[in-house]
């Protein structure tokens, strides 16, 4: 036992994360519990996190459903509309209710009917957001349709983000859940304090192959949708060399399993069982294991310029059966590599 490989960390936060609500939220939350400190909940539910009101009430319902007694604060985020009030956003941030507010390209993504059509629409909310130092989060994707599926995160860095940062200079954004070359590259060459990316456990560890290999595979299917070797390459590249402006983010998103295999189904993929385990995978597989406790609980409380945890956790290098099936009630949700063995777990 004692010869078994370990890493104690620092206890991570995850910077993306989809908790949904009600019975999901219940059966769900245990699982980030576990991993992580802190977690950025995103607001995009069915009738999206808007205002101040609607956080709080969200926040204390996901307190609320809490079945562990291990400490965990869900921070919250103010999801963007053209008609968000600046004194809401302001008095939000100010009294620490919201920690940002997210950017949603209309239609991009799951629950995104009220996101933005033209980024100029919000430049009033951004002036906001750069003066008083709020993080602006983004999903990264040009909506527009005639832009390959494949294309939208770099078409989104060429024709919105790099007028967003010219015009806001000093606006703090993330860029959410990268999948090209396009984004680390940007990322990296900027090297600026006021932009970061997060990554996703899928998009290290898959390609766009991989929702193809044996047949069609809904569970894989998520958005950013997984892209060429190329991309993924890059993406493990940028996290094994120690760069501050990455950090994690699993873009954990559950759907029931009738929702994912349907004839329309759902992007979103189910990670929080096995996020970190996933993570620590790929820092070990990429020889960059030295960087793995920065990349989990340090960049993203350093760029969002709150406190380090103090708390720790230990993984072992030990194989681990990740979970087939969570129930909730009659339903169910495939969690990402339901069934497989993973070769580290939680001490
Ligand atoms: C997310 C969801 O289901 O809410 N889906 C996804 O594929 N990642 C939305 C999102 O983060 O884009
Ligand atoms: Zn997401």
């Known amino acids: 036992?004692?010869?078994?490989?370990?890493?104690?960390?620092?206890?991570?936060?995850?910077?993306?994360?989809?908790?949904?609500?009600?019975?999901?939220?219940?059966?769900?939350?245990?699982?980030?519990?576990?991993?992580?400190?802190?977690?950025?909940?995103?607001?995009?539910?069915?009738?999206?996190?808007?205002?101040?009101?609607?956080?709080?009430?969200?926040?204390?319902?996901?307190?609320?459903?809490?079945?562990?007694?291990?400490?965990?604060?869900?921070?919250?985020?103010?999801?963007?509309?053209?008609?968000?009030?600046?004194?809401?956003?302001?008095?939000?941030?100010?009294?620490?209710?919201?920690?940002?507010?997210?950017?949603?390209?209309?239609?991009?993504?799951?629950?995104?009917?009220?996101?933005?059509?033209?980024?100029?629409?919000?430049?009033?909310?951004?002036?906001?957001?750069?003066?008083?130092?709020?993080?602006?989060?983004?999903?990264?994707?040009?909506?527009?349709?005639?832009?390959?599926?494949?294309?939208?995160?770099?078409?989104?860095?060429?024709?919105?983000?790099?007028?967003l940062r010219k015009t806001f200079p000093e606006l703090k954004i993330i860029l959410e859940h990268i999948t090209t070359k396009e984004a680390v590259y940007y990322i990296e060459e900027n090297n600026s304090p006021y932009l970061a990316g997060t990554i996703t456990p899928h998009h290290l560890m898959l390609n766009r192959n991989n929702m193809f290999i044996g047949g069609i595979q809904p569970n894989l299917y998520c958005l950013p949708i997984l892209k060429r070797n190329i991309h993924q390459n890059a993406l493990r590249q940028a996290i094994s060399n120690g760069s501050t402006r990455f950090f994690l983010g699993s873009d954990s998103a559950p759907h029931l399993y009738e929702n994912k295999i349907n004839l329309i189904g759902c992007a979103g993929i189910f990670n929080a069982p096995s996020s970190l385990l996933c993570y620590v995978t790929v820092f070990e597989e990429m020889k960059a294991l030295k960087y793995f406790e920065s990349f989990c609980s340090k960049n993203g409380p350093n760029f969002y310029n709150i406190p380090i945890n103090k708390e720790s956790i230990t993984l072992i290098k030990k194989p681990y059966k990740i979970l087939e099936k969570v129930s909730v009630g009659k339903e169910f949700i495939i969690p990402f590599l339901s069934g497989e063995i993973l070769n580290w777990s939680i001490l």
Not at 80 to 101: N, P, V
Not at 133 to 146: A, R, S, T, V
Request: charged share 30%; glycine share 2%; net charge positive.
């Open 1 to 163: 036992m004692s010869s078994l490989k370990k890493i104690k960390i620092i206890k991570p936060d995850d910077w993306h994360l989809h908790l949904r609500d009600k019975k999901i939220l219940k059966k769900i939350l245990r699982y980030t519990q576990t991993f992580y400190r802190r977690a950025i909940i995103m607001p995009n539910l069915n009738k999206p996190i808007t205002n101040c009101k609607k956080a709080i009430a969200y926040k204390r319902r996901i307190i609320n459903a809490s079945q562990l007694n291990t400490k965990f604060e869900p921070l919250m985020i103010c999801y963007l509309t053209k008609e968000t009030s600046l004194q809401e956003l302001k008095y939000g941030f100010f009294k620490k209710i919201f920690i940002g507010a997210k950017l949603y390209p209309d239609q991009s993504t799951t629950n995104s009917k009220t996101g933005i059509n033209k980024i100029s629409e919000i430049f009033h909310i951004l002036e906001l957001m750069q003066k008083i130092n709020m993080p602006l989060l983004i999903h990264g994707e040009d909506n527009n349709f005639d832009i390959d599926i494949y294309d939208r995160e770099a078409k989104f860095i060429e024709n919105t983000l790099v007028l």
